[in-house]
């Protein structure tokens, strides 16, 4: 009687095992993928944007993001500029909320300070990830028609990535006396800010002498001394893009050049940019063949650490603010956009974030300042210089010189 | 008592003990676990392989099919050589691990070898603090331009390096001491119920100590051997911080600095490629649980708690204590001091600075400052304390009943299951947590974006340990108390409450301790899973790193360390006291 019962037991087991895999596998292929039309390639935004209107159903703070409700209606968002302030308030004090996703590092608390200051009746709340996983997560919430994301602040690049369909329109008040290169061509998203990237170099370690040009790193007494990044992929483009003409990026001379920097130097191989910008100000190497600039300055600034950026033309990379076409809180998120593309949004961001500022109200801000003062010049890349085709040759060649 | 009928009959009765309601239940939630959580995200792994997919297109679609990614993998000859140097680095690292954590647990559990319960508070630090984190630290003690000990020792005259952090031997001892609490708990669970019959015999059969300890003691923790052998194995391979801080500077590169390279170094990530050197990962896994299975399929011959008794006998170590003490000191300040002075130090300055007067005059506290009143602390440290009890509880129950089910009830088709308890092991952490937002996107549920979803990702992910703990143990309990049990009416329930469970006690004490500083310190997968609601310390620590607050970093892993001191000084001297 045992051995019948374990029997049964046995294939009743295996068939709720059997069924439980297939039914994973169901869950699993019952996705599709967005559009993949990506904002590089489309010329034309298909989003709706939002209105002042706008009637959500805000959810409590601990309420699972999976059963978001969506916002109900929309309508134009309002255009005159005297009601437009008291209209975004009155709708954002329903929403209550707004929710930023954001790479841009871990001193939200500081710059969105005045922020909160000025708006008290709104949860302010911050996700924090690297770019990729901002991405990914955004990506794979649009799939199912959730939505949590009221605000995006990321890398270029990534946005790039994200369908256009899945950006909402905003006007921009705050930018009119921004830069061209800072707008989009279809107004998905704001360049905000940029990264300088470069080399950095111990100024302790480098002598009387420190480097002033490309050329000058190629320093034979710097043999076994430099270090590269993994992450470095775009050097080879940047270098390409600045030494070239406008739609001509120099390849050969670039190529050549990263190939005789590490026959010369044969740097080391590094993961990451601060632990070797905190190793080569500790002097543990003279020269970070390619570093974030953003993480030299912040270095430079903060902890006074013996480093310098080359004093040369230098590529810096636009990260963006974007407004998500079915932010949970469009109101909020259009205050929220307004804050931080203000004079003293920007600002405060640009020197609590050691980037450099798109908006001219933040020309003095101390990142701006020592860039300026450093004769450091800026060669701003954009969308289309940082094409897929450019990043995987650059990347290829990269890889290549590391032995990856 | 061998197969033979009766044995047959005692299973049956001990499955009609358990069947119904409460067995059921077991079953359905490890086929749920296993096939939902775990096939899924193999599935997706497998499949995205074969793919050529990028930022936001991975799922189990056939769109874009291709052998690309295998062939850019295993086609160019600095592959093998990655492999063999893969190979290097995992059997070296195995082997500190098993000397370092293998000798220690000997000492603290089998013999009256002094400062034993500091030694088992001890090997809990290079657990706790952060592989990049130890990482740095060798590189600042040995680096042969900026290291504390090559400076001291230049400054003595030397004109070369006493040692170089950038290579082979260093990746080898620092991974090796990182792997060691593993090594040192699980070996140190199986010594702990040794039965002292077994060894008293071979002693009075004339066996000399060595021999009773190599004859009889070692060859009755095959399996515990075997799956500590297997873990660390597959650990080493898939280590990221040594290969990436020291491997990469000292020109070595293994599978999984490739790994992570296409999977978060490069824009836009290569997920197919990153998939596809992975895979090497899930065969060499596969087939060192083959190995496992086939040590662990005469399960029964290594039983040795039986209804007569099994507390284990103290060895008293004579004269040798000195030898013990010597050892235990070494590492005390080799493996654990040395680093942890280097943490303290950082922890104290505002950045990292050599040694000197100057550098003194910067010290402070206001790193521990910064981190105590920094934005979100007290939100991140509630659901890390959440997620910490919750995953070592949930983790240890899970894998205890998986255990059970394959070496007690030896079901059909259960080995399937330990190897699949075994998989999230090798599945990188953004498959896994790629697979987890998938699932949970898919459906109405209110677990997204809460502490919920980090506790169910993370008892998947750590199965492997908890398995491989319980599996130890329960081979060596013999079934004779269980059918006892059976025979006088108990049901499955009691069984598991009144016998099973304080049996394997100290196991479940000793995993669940080792899966809660992991489910504490661990942040790929909570990096994307993460939300503002469910925030948890190791995603605080990542982005401190990433921020260049290494100084903040030390501080919090000085006082993780502290407070894990205490709780593990308490469960130890609990545990120990238990031997008395």
Redesign the interface.
């Known amino acids: 009687m045992s051995i019948k019962n374990g029997a049964r037991l046995r294939v009743l087991v295996s068939l709720g095992l059997l069924g439980v895999l297939v039914g994973s596998l169901v869950v699993g292929c019952g996705k599709s993928s967005p559009s993949t039309t990506s904002p590089q390639s489309t010329s034309k935004a298909t989003s709706s944007a939002p209105a002042s209107s706008t009637t959500t159903t805000t959810k409590p703070a601990t309420t699972s993001a999976a059963t978001t409700a969506k916002p109900t209606t929309t309508s134009a968002p309002p255009t005159s500029s005297a009601n437009r302030q008291q209209q975004l308030e009155a709708a954002a004090q329903k929403e209550g909320k707004i929710t930023f996703w954001t790479s841009f590092g871990t001193l939200a608390d500081t710059y969105l300070a005045p922020f909160k200051k000025k708006y008290p009746w709104l949860q302010v709340e911050v996700w924090q990830a690297t770019n990729e996983p901002i991405g990914q997560k955004f990506m794979a919430e649009a799939q199912v028609g959730t939505h949590t994301a009221d605000v995006l602040g990321l890398s270029e690049e990534v946005a790039l990535a994200i369908p256009a369909s899945l950006y909402g329109k905003y006007e921009w008040p705050n930018t009119t006396d921004w830069p061209a290169t800072s707008k989009q061509k279809d107004g998905l998203y704001l360049r905000s800010h940029m990264n300088p990237m470069g080399p950095t170099f111990n100024t302790n370690l480098a002598g009387a002498n420190p480097p002033k040009k490309w050329d000058d790193l190629k320093n034979p007494a710097w043999k076994g001394k430099a270090v590269a990044a993994t992450d470095s992929e775009e050097a080879p483009l940047m270098t390409a893009l600045i030494w070239g003409q406008p739609g001509q990026p120099a390849w050969d001379k670039s190529f050549a050049y990263w190939q005789e920097l590490f026959t010369t130097l044969q740097p080391k191989t590094t993961t990451g940019y601060t632990p070797p910008t905190k190793l080569l100000g500790a002097g543990e190497y003279y020269l970070f063949v390619y570093d974030s600039g953003a993480v030299a300055l912040r270095e430079m600034m903060t902890s006074k650490l013996p480093i310098a950026l080359l004093p040369d033309v230098i590529p810096a990379k636009p990260s963006v603010l974007a407004l998500p076409k079915d932010t949970p809180h469009p109101n909020a998120a259009r205050l929220f956009l307004d804050y931080m593309t203000s004079p003293e949004g920007a600002t405060l961001f640009s020197n609590t974030m050691y980037s450099i500022s798109m908006s001219p109200s933040a020309a003095n801000s101390e990142p701006n300042k020592v860039i300026s003062e450093k004769g450091i010049k800026l060669f701003v890349v954009t969308a289309d210089q940082m094409s897929k085709e450019n990043m995987k040759k650059s990347g290829d060649f990269w890889r290549k010189l590391l032995g990856l | 008592m061998g197969n033979t009928r009766a044995d047959?009959?005692i299973?049956?009765?001990l499955?009609?003990a358990s069947?119904g309601k409460n067995?059921?239940s077991i079953?359905?939630i490890s086929?749920?676990l296993?096939?939902?959580?775990v096939?899924?995200p193999l599935?997706?792994l497998i499949l995205n392989s074969f793919r050529e997919v990028?930022?936001?297109?991975?799922?189990?679609?056939f769109r874009n099919l291709t052998l690309g990614n295998y062939i850019t993998a295993y086609s160019e000859s600095?592959t093998w050589k990655m492999l063999w140097d893969t190979f290097i680095f995992a059997a070296g690292t195995m082997v500190v691990a098993f000397v370092v954590g293998g000798v220690m647990a000997f000492l603290v559990e089998r013999t009256d070898a002094p400062w034993r319960r500091v030694s088992y508070g001890m090997m809990f630090i290079p657990l706790i603090i952060p592989g990049?984190l130890l990482s740095?630290s060798w590189?600042?003690l040995l680096?042969p331009?900026?290291g504390i000990i090559n400076k001291l020792w230049m400054s003595m005259g030397f004109t070369d390096p006493i040692l170089s952090a950038?290579s082979m031997p260093m990746m080898w001892w620092v991974q090796g001491i990182i792997e060691s609490p593993l090594t040192f708990l699980l070996l140190g669970s199986a010594l702990r119920r040794m039965d002292p019959a077994l060894e008293e015999a071979a002693t009075t059969a004339g066996a000399t100590r060595f021999k009773s300890l190599t004859r009889v003691t070692l060859k009755l923790m095959a399996p515990t051997l075997a799956g500590v052998a297997l873990l660390q194995f597959v650990r080493a391979l898939e280590a990221m911080d040594t290969p990436?801080?020291i491997g990469?500077?000292a020109?070595i590169?293994v599978f999984s600095t490739?790994i992570?390279?296409a999977l978060?170094?490069?824009?836009?990530?290569d997920y197919g490629l990153g998939f596809a050197y992975s895979m090497t990962l899930i065969v060499l896994t596969a087939v060192g649980l083959f190995v496992y299975s086939s040590i662990m399929r005469q399960s029964d011959k290594y039983a040795v708690i039986t209804g007569k008794g099994y507390r284990p006998q103290i060895i008293h170590l004579g004269r040798w204590k000195v030898l013990a003490a010597c050892f235990q000191a070494l590492f005390a300040i080799v493996a654990v001091a040395l680093p942890l002075a280097v943490l303290v130090w950082m922890s104290l300055l505002?950045?990292?600075?050599?040694p000197s007067r100057e550098a003194l005059a910067d010290i402070s506290l206001q790193n521990y400052a910064s981190v105590v009143f920094r934005?979100d602390m007290a939100l991140a440290l509630k659901n890390t304390v959440i997620v910490g009890i919750c995953v070592a509880f949930g983790v240890m129950v899970v894998s205890l009943l998986l255990s059970w089910v394959v070496f007690h009830m030896k079901?059909?088709?259960g080995k399937i299951l330990d190897g699949l308890a075994f998989m999230p092991y090798a599945i990188p952490s953004i498959a896994m947590?790629?697979?987890f937002?998938?699932?949970?996107?898919?459906?109405?549920?209110?677990?997204?974006?809460?502490v919920w979803i980090l506790v169910i990702a993370y008892i998947v992910r750590f199965l492997p340990y908890g398995t491989r703990f319980t599996n130890a143990g329960l081979v060596q309990i013999k079934k004779e108390m269980e059918e006892a049990a059976v025979t006088s009416g108990a049901k499955f329930r009691k069984i598991f409450v009144h016998i099973i469970g304080p049996l394997m006690k100290p196991i479940l004490i000793g995993g669940g301790l080792y899966v809660l500083v992991l489910s504490i310190k661990t942040f790929p997968m909570a990096?994307?899973l993460?939300?503002?609601?469910n925030i948890i310390l190791s995603v605080k620590v990542w982005?401190?790193?990433?921020?260049?607050?290494?100084g903040e970093v030390s501080a919090l892993a000085v006082m993780i360390i502290l407070a894990l001191s205490i709780i593990t000084f308490l469960g130890g001297t609990d545990k120990l006291s238990q031997q008395k």
């Open positions: 047959h009959w299973s049956g009765k499955r009609v069947k067995q059921f079953l359905f086929g749920i296993l096939g939902v959580f096939i899924f599935a997706l990028g930022l936001g297109e991975l799922g189990l679609s600095r990049m740095i590189i600042f680096s331009n900026i950038y990436l801080i990469l500077n020109g590169k490739n992570l390279l978060n170094n490069q824009f836009p990530p505002p950045n990292f600075a050599i934005p079901i059909r088709g947590a790629v697979a937002l998938a699932l949970f996107l898919s459906f109405k549920n209110p677990i997204y974006n809460t990096v994307i993460s939300s503002p609601q982005w401190m790193w990433s921020d260049g607050k290494f």
